[in-house]
């Protein structure tokens, strides 16, 4: 994975030279603070695509996905971080609604690309880009079945997948650099 890893930190660098944008959110209000890009790289796509595909059998969720959301390549610098917030929920009330221009920040309920109108994101996928080494804190918790579970140091290249509608964070980072790749994995809404 290491090589593949490092292909997705290159496209990433590469994009933020040309495109980034800073303490943006799609969702709810939680506060934001780090820098982010978009991957628009089938290769990319392609491999974390991999990675939901064998946790949605793997954990026992079986979703019904349909298709992945664009690549989100994020970086986190001291004081970075991202409060606790949820990347969608799975109802229909949830259900993208297509509408003509992107709004800042686009709701999660709404999108300019037709192929997502009427889904809703049903699982998350995040990617460490960092080595343990390269930073101190930006640890990624979820809350779920009312316990907190932390994800304080992952390898460079892990994957961690979890439903969308778990509440999740990451804590402030204190010393050096996080980086990760984040996708969304969409299918119909639950009944």
Known sequence: ??????????????QKKVHV????????NANRK???TWLDNSTVTHLLEEIVYEANVSAGWVFDLVRPEQVQYTTYTKNGEYEWHTDGNTDRYAAKHLVPTAQTPMPLNKTTNPLLAG??????VTVNLSSPEDYEGGTLELLFNGA???????????AIVFPSFVTHRITPITKGVR??????FNGPPIR
């Open 148 to 158: 907190k579970h932390e994800f304080p140091k992952p390898p460079y290249g892990s």
């Open 21 to 28: 944008m800073t303490g943006v959110h799609y969702g709810n």
């Open 179 to 184: 980086k990760s790749a984040v996708m969304w």
């Open 1 to 14: 994975m290491q090589e593949e890893t490092d292909f997705i930190v290159e496209e990433g660098e590469i």
């Open 34 to 36: 780090s820098e982010v």
């Open 119 to 124: 889904l809703v994101r049903k699982l998350s």
